[in-house]
């Protein structure tokens, strides 16, 4: 791992600690704080993505993937927040050139959404220029999004809390109604797909954070918790498959965070630690018994999390498909 | 052998389906869900139309599956009113089944079944909470835990030790069976909100405090409350098949719409998505028969632990399985649908009477006991 790897962790993992762990459930309940977001911002892991010219910090790809990381074992809400506008919307003002943008970006300013019902093969977006229903980030004043025309828009307009309904995952973002009130076209939604294919690596240390999050504390609690009079952890269904999960996860995060991964590595990491990450999560929740069904234990919300991300960035049909083409060196998985 | 259900059982499930569909819109699901709070009207409405009918246990499990298929949340709010009631009919004295059942059945009141306390769920026969005799009645000490119907039900059947065997190993002995008034001295509960799922249902920690017990509501033999509580689970974790295969048909039939939909407008289905479809129905299909063959022994008066505990194990994991899978499939779409609120509900089927592990404890020390299943 390479020293401005290392020096990202540290901070990442000190900045968890400090300002996120102890906050994590009223995260959950009320939103990023705009004291975190201050923080995010002055410490420079939003937009640390753009080039130095652009006003970012040119942050290297194992960098970005370990803060990702870092973020997600603690809050995914915090690491998704970040991912969004990092591997997102900077490079969709970058490819643009929009400097004036990217200054409000880097100075809290503007704020991001995103809105994209339609990648989906099938699924539909139900909004109209008039209202984007259910835009992810309860607080942007901007959102990127893809219309029903199947083009990608940059678009500034006004937002309006959701009532009777609260997201399954993702609720530090929050969602929000957003009223356009301009938009400009950014590109056809292959750009954005694009974009989320680029991203395989962050997604998965996204996706291998919450699995770390979740089973940290799983086997923190498995020592302490007896039925029986023995402690969960001397169970063997327990211990093993604790053991199963902390290796799959060992062996993805090696992977992960080496400065060799290539685009295909990347890409299976996704695929393997999506469905991972949902194994792992619900085992946790499932370790802790009723515990682990109340929100005040910290555990349900990785499961939620994990099932959440999945539907909005990792598209099971378009990803495979991909990846399978990839192995052949041919398009596969088409008839 | 006949996989059929008789005319009347089918019509029965007919017309808790009609109205569940009437009563259970996801509008008035998501309120309930995300207001956390019980839908006290619709259990009246129920029990007024004739939809809960305790009768005839074929029907209480056919309901309870027609009901979670609509919606969970409100299909478990308006059935489990009357959870811990086979204790008190198969033990209970006269005296008790008349003074506490009997409202029950009429709608006056509601009950709930204390067992788990903070220290565990798992392991019954650690419980901590004590009831000492003292002349003509028992006070009890302790607390429970994720008690449902705790801050609603006027009474709870509990799981309380009236006696310390000395032999660590017997400690499931000298545990009995209770009737506890809410409105005794000494007793407080607690509502447990932030649940993943069933948010209708009422969840709370239970505090008893020198809680003055009379001993004519003792249910049954002082020392075997342990027995009366694993033979009522025997029962109830039918009970639990039937929401899980409510919950994954119900994810079932959202997901097969999604995907039929997207035929008719000429989208790309392909067979990845087809072949879970594929095994989601499989799974569906082969925990309901499972359950329908526990159900024939157990309503037969013929209970098979090994059986009861195969259909509520198996069809709890295909319930999450189903409504994971049907994230998958539906995604974006099925986050914003009744989808998710299925999601969030199933997991809790395979930690309530019984955990997934417990169950695989009983059914492994049955056939190693060289209970046949036949
Ligand atoms: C919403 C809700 C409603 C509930 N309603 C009621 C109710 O009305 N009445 C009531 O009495 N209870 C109720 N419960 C409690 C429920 O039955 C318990 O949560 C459940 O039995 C598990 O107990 P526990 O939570 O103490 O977990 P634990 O027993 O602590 O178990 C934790 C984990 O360890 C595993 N484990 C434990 N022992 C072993 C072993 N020997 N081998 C392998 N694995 C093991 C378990 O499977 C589980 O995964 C409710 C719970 C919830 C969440």
Redesign the interface.
């Known amino acids: 791992m390479n020293e401005q790897a290392e020096l990202m962790r540290s901070a990442a993992r000190e900045f968890a600690e400090k300002y996120l762990k102890d906050v994590a459930t009223k995260i959950e309940r009320e939103g990023i704080g705009s004291d975190i977001k201050e923080k995010i911002l002055q410490q420079g892991f939003l937009g640390a993505t753009l080039s130095p010219d652009m006003g970012g910090a040119g942050l290297d790809p194992l960098s970005q993937r370990l803060m990702l990381f870092e973020f997600a074992k603690v809050s995914p809400s915090v690491s998704a927040y970040i991912f969004f506008h990092n591997d997102i919307v900077s490079k969709v003002l970058e490819t643009r050139s929009d400097k004036e943008s990217i200054r409000n970006l880097l100075e809290g300013k503007d704020n991001y959404g995103i809105y994209w019902p339609g990648l989906m093969e099938g699924a539909k977006t139900n909004s109209s220029e008039k209202v984007m229903e259910r835009v992810i980030n309860s607080s942007c004043n901007k959102t990127i999004g893809l219309f029903s025309d199947g083009k990608v828009y940059l678009v500034e307009g006004k937002n309006e809390p959701v009532k009777d309904f609260k997201p399954l995952g993702l609720r530090g973002m929050g969602i929000c109604n957003f009223f356009p009130e301009k938009r400009v076209e950014y590109g056809k939604k292959e750009v954005l797909e694009d974009l989320l294919i680029k991203s395989s690596g962050d997604i998965a240390s996204i996706f291998l954070g919450i699995a770390e999050g979740s089973l940290e504390k799983t086997m923190e609690y498995t020592r302490v918790r007896k039925t029986f009079n023995e402690p969960l952890k001397n169970y063997e269904p327990v211990a093993f498959k604790m053991a199963e999960l902390e290796s799959e996860l060992e062996i993805m995060k090696y992977s992960l965070f080496s400065d060799e991964a290539d685009e295909v590595r990347l890409l299976m990491l996704k695929n393997m630690s999506a469905s991972f990450s949902k194994k792992a999560t619900k085992y946790a929740l499932q370790f802790h018994g009723g515990y682990g069904y109340l929100e005040d234990f910290g555990v349900e919300k990785f499961y939620r999390d994990s099932v959440a991300l999945s539907a909005i960035i990792y598209r099971p049909v378009e990803d495979k498909r991909f990846l399978a083409s990839k192995i052949y060196g041919d398009r596969s998985g088409f008839l | 052998m006949d996989f059929d259900l008789s005319e009347e059982l089918k019509q029965y499930g007919k017309k808790v389906r009609e109205f569940s569909l009437k009563e259970f819109s996801n509008k008035v699901a998501?309120?309930y869900d995300?207001q956390e709070q019980y839908p006290d009207e619709l259990r009246i409405k129920a029990l007024k139309e004739g939809i809960i009918d305790f009768s005839n246990p074929w029907k209480t499990m056919i309901g309870i599956e027609e009901m979670c298929r609509v919606d969970p949340g409100l299909g478990i709010s308006v059935t489990v009113p009357f959870f811990g009631a086979e204790v008190l009919m198969l033990h209970g004295s006269d005296h008790l089944k008349e003074k506490y059942l009997g409202k029950v059945a009429a709608g006056e009141k509601i009950m709930g079944l204390g067992v788990?306390e903070p220290g565990?769920?798992?392991?019954v026969a650690?419980l901590k909470t004590v009831a000492r005799k003292e002349g003509n009645k028992y006070v009890v000490n302790g607390s429970k835990?994720?008690i449902t119907n705790g801050t609603i039900a006027d009474f709870f059947v509990m799981l309380v030790r009236t006696a310390h065997p000395d032999d660590?190993a017997k400690r499931h002995r000298g545990l009995s069976v209770l009737v506890v008034e809410r409105n005794f001295k000494g007793f407080d509960s607690n509502k447990?909100?932030?649940?993943?799922?069933v948010r209708a249902t009422n969840t709370a920690e239970l505090i008893l405090n020198n809680v003055e017990v009379p001993a004519e509501n003792l249910v049954g033999d002082e020392g075997k409350g342990f027995y009366y509580i694993m033979e009522f689970f025997n029962i109830s974790r039918i009970f639990v098949a039937a929401q899980s295969i409510g919950i994954a048909q119900g994810v079932l039939d959202r997901t097969t719409d999604f995907l039929k939909n997207?035929e008719k407008?000429g989208?790309?289905?392909?067979e990845?998505?087809k072949f879970k479809l594929a095994e989601m129905a499989t799974r569906v299909e082969a925990s309901r028969l499972l359950m329908y063959k526990a159900a024939s022994f157990l309503f037969n008066y013929n209970p098979n632990p090994t059986l009861t505990s195969m259909a509520k194990g198996y069809a709890s994991e295909t319930a999450?399985f189903a409504a994971?899978t049907a994230?998958?499939?539906?995604?974006?779409?099925?986050?914003?649908s009744e989808i998710?609120r299925f999601?969030?509900d199933s997991?809790?089927m395979?930690?309530?009477e019984g955990?997934?592990?417990v169950e695989?404890i009983v059914i492994s020390r049955m056939i190693l006991k060289g209970d046949k299943n036949e």
């Open positions: 998501s309120i995300i788990t565990g769920g798992s392991d650690g835990m994720f660590p447990l909100t932030g649940k993943l799922g997207l407008n989208d790309y289905v392909g990845e998505r999450s994971e994230m998958e499939i539906t995604g974006q779409t099925g986050l914003n998710e999601f969030r997991k809790i395979e930690i309530w955990t997934s592990e695989k």
